[in-house]
């Protein structure tokens, strides 16, 4: 039998960069709101079997009306989230009922996730036990100290930015994120945890399209992305 998979999608941020009026989550991506993509691609992956959402305190119900508008029809659960992102996720993950053998963590505000992306993280974190998409930084890096002085440029070769989907054998995580609460560690993505243990991540090849929404102009690359993507399909 295949490994259960669990399915997290923590849309519990405030979503400051944006600025927008509502939860960037909320904002309509090709006339649907972008947390709907995100789940629609998560509740047609043969490889997921449960989804549970993460929302802000006080936006559950919104969560609810939009599932049932758009019929996700794994979704478990709806748990609200903590201040920092790792305490959503973390809120996730303990809900987590019956058995679970593949724990797959991806942002509400990453709604151009493909499937193939997300079955390509999942066979990576059965072989390795921690896996993370990534795609090779673009620009060159440079390490700035006080008074916006360069203190020095560092070697893009080895430089990639994180994306998620970051999924995990489901006892590697809850190792990693409840040492990471004992010893009061935050890190700004799920495998940074594994990491911290000398847990084995192996990188998964993302897309450059598999942007998070977080500032006004991702949700204008967003749109020509989906508008091509749409165009394509018919
Ligand atoms: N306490 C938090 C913070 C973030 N997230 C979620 O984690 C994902 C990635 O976070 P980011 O896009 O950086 O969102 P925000 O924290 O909302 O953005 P900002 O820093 O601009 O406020 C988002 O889907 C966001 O809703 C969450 O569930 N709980
Ligand atoms: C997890 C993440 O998507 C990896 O890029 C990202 O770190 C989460 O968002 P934030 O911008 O760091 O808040």
Redesign the pocket.
């Known amino acids: 039998m295949a490994d259960k998979c669990v399915a997290i999608i923590?849309?519990?941020?405030?979503?400051?960069?944006?600025n927008a009026s509502v939860n960037k989550?909320f904002l309509s991506l090709q006339g649907m709101p972008v947390i709907v993509h995100t789940l629609r691609v998560f509740d047609e992956c043969a490889a997921v079997d449960e989804i549970i959402l993460?929302a802000a305190a006080g936006e559950e119900h919104l969560y609810r009306k939009l599932i049932t508008e758009y019929e996700i029809r794994k979704l478990t659960g709806i748990v609200t989230?903590?201040?920092?992102?790792q305490?959503?996720v973390y809120n996730g993950v303990l809900s987590i009922r019956g058995d679970c053998e593949i724990v797959i963590i991806h942002?509400?505000?990453r709604p151009l996730i493909t499937q193939d992306l997300i079955l390509k993280t999942i066979a990576a974190a059965q072989e390795t036990g921690a896996a993370v998409v990534c795609v090779p930084v673009k620009d060159t890096i440079k390490v700035v100290g006080e008074n916006q002085r360069v203190k020095k440029t560092l070697d893009r070769q080895l430089l990639w930015q994180a994306q998620t989907p970051q999924a995990f054998r489901y006892g590697i995580f809850i190792e990693a994120i409840e040492s990471a609460r004992a010893d009061r560690f935050m890190g700004t993505d799920d495998t940074s945890l594994v990491e911290r243990l000398g847990g084995d991540v192996k990188v998964v090849l993302g897309s450059y399209e598999n942007l998070?929404i977080?500032t006004p102009e991702d949700l204008i690359l967003a749109e020509a992305i989906m508008a091509r993507r749409n165009k394509q399909c018919g």
Request: hydrophobic residues 20%; aromatic residues 0%; proline residues 4%.
């Open positions: 923590p849309a519990a941020g405030q979503g400051k960069r944006m989550q993460v989230g903590g201040r920092e992102r305490d959503s942002d509400g505000a998070k977080t």
